[in-house]
C-alpha cells in the first residue's frame, strides 16, 4: 500500500504506528525537540523508521523541532547568555537532563511574573523550544498554582552548565562558582532570590557555601565591588544583604533588566526609576525567534494571556548577538535543507 507516496507493507505500517502515534510524535518533536535518533532510541525503533513515521504522518521537514535543534548544536551561547544564566543558576533556574544526558534549560514563575519570564526567554532565544502555560494544584487547601514555564531544547552547551553546577547530580553552589558572578549574573540572582524592606538588597539562600561568611563577604567584594553582611536564621534561611555604601552599585547592575512585575522588590528610593520605563506590548515577546512561529502554548485550562508586557531596556548586546547567532542558524539550517532533500 502507498501512503503520502511511501509503499509499505499493512504489517509494517500497522506495527509502526501502533509503536508511536502521531500526536505523540509531533510532541516529540515540538515539546522535547528531540531528533529522529533520539526518538528511535527511546521507542527501540531505528531512525529510518522514525524518518519513515514522520513522512507518513505528514510531519513537514521544516516544522521539525529536531532539526532546529540541530541547527543550534554549533551555536555558541553570547556572553550576555552565559552571564544571565551563571546568576540565574544562584537563582531560579535549573539544567534538567534528557535520557539521552543532553542538558536543557528550563524555567518555572508564577503567572504574576509572566512579564519577568519572557524577559528571560527573550535573552535565551534562539535557544527557546517553549513557552507553556498551566495549573499545579497545591498539596493543601485544594487551590491551583497557575504558572509559565519556559525550557530550551536539550543541546550540549547545557550539558557543560549541569556538569558545572551539578558535579553529583545535584545543584551544588560554591565559592568558585560564585567568584565568576558578574553584575549581569547579580542583577537575575536578586531578581530571583532577593528581596527589599522598602530600604535595601536582600538575597535570601539556603545553600551551605554561603556560611563561610567571610570568603563570601570577601569574593562578593572581589567580583562585584559589594559589600554584604550575612545572617543564618535557626531554620536555616541566610539572608545577603548589601550595606548601605554599595546600594547605589547595586541598583546600577540590577536597574537595566528590572521587570515592572518584581517592583515590590526595589528599595522606596530606587522605584521612582521604574515609573520611567515604557514597557513595549510585543505579543509573544518572543519575535524574530529563529525557531520559528510562536514558542508559547497553553497547558490547561483558558488562562492563555493577552499582550505581554516586556521592558525595552534590553542592553544592546542581546540584539547585536542574536544576530550573529541568527545567521549561524541560518547557515546550518541550508545545509541541512541541502541534505534532506539530497
Known amino acids: 500500500m502507498t501512503i503520502n507516496g511511501i509503499s509499505i507493507s499493512e504489517a509494517r505500517l500497522a506495527r509502526l504506528t501502533g509503536i508511536l502515534s502521531s500526536e505523540t510524535l509531533l510532541s516529540l518533536y515540538e515539546a522535547e525537540g528531540l531528533a529522529d535518533n533520539e526518538i528511535g532510541a527511546r521507542f527501540g525503533l531505528t531512525e529510518r523508521e522514525i524518518s519513515l ?11 521539525r523541532y529536531g532539526l532546529r535543534r540541530n541547527s543550534l548544536r554549533f551555536v555558541p551561547l553570547t556572553a550576555l547568555q552565559k552571564q544571565y544564566l551563571h546568576g540565574s543558576l544562584f537563582g531560579d533556574s535549573c539544567i534538567a537532563t534528557h535520557l539521552s544526558g543532553t542538558g536543557y534549560w528550563r524555567l518555572r514563575h508564577c503567572l504574576a511574573q509572566e512579564g519577568y519570564l519572557l524577559k528571560q526567554a527573550e535573552i535565551m532565544n534562539p535557544f527557546v523550544a517553549k513557552v507553556s502555560y498551566g495549573e499545579r494544584p497545591f498539596e493543601k487547601g485544594g487551590k491551583s498554582f497557575p504558572y509559565v514555564d519556559a525550557r530550551s ?9 549541569r556538569e558545572k553546577f551539578y558535579p553529583q547530580g545535584k545543584k551544588s ?8 558572578m558578574t553584575p549581569v549574573g547579580f542583577a ?10 522598602g530600604y535595601g538588597f536582600d538575597i535570601t539562600t539556603f545553600d551551605h557555601c554561603f556560611r563561610d561568611i567571610e570568603t563570601t563577604k570577601r569574593v562578593m567584594s572581589a567580583t562585584l565591588g559589594l559589600s554584604v553582611s550575612i545572617r543564618w536564621a535557626d531554620d536555616g534561611e541566610g539572608k545577603i544583604r548589601v550595606l548601605r555604601d554599595s546600594h547605589d552599585k547595586a541598583w546600577s547592575y540590577i536597574e537595566p533588566f528590572m521587570c515592572s512585575d518584581l517592583c515590590h522588590k526595589v528599595p522606596f528610593k530606587y522605584r521612582s526609576a521604574l515609573d520611567n ?10 519575535e524574530g ?11 490547561d485550562g483558558d ?23 541568527s545567521e549561524l542558524v541560518g547557515n546550518y539550517e541550508r545545509q541541512e535543507e541541502i541534505l534532506v532533500h539530497a
Open 173 to 180: 553552589l560554591t565559592a568558585e562558582l560564585l567568584s565568576e
Open 188 to 197: 537575575f540572582w536578586f531578581m530571583d532570590d532577593g528581596s527589599s524592606n
Open 53 to 63: 513515521l514522520r513522512k507518513i504522518y505528514g510531519i513537514e521537514t521544516d516544522t
Open 153 to 161: 531544547f536539550a543541546l550540549p552547551q547545557f550539558t557543560e552548565l
Open 277 to 286: 520605563q515604557q514597557p513595549s506590548l510585543t505579543g509573544n515577546g518572543l
Open 303 to 325: 488562562n492563555t494571556p493577552s499582550d505581554k508586557v516586556i521592558c525595552q531596556n534590553m542592553p544592546n548586546i542581546c540584539n547585536e548577538q542574536m544576530v550573529i547567532q
Open 289 to 299: 525567534s529563529t525557531t520559528g512561529g510562536s514558542l508559547i502554548s497553553q497547558e
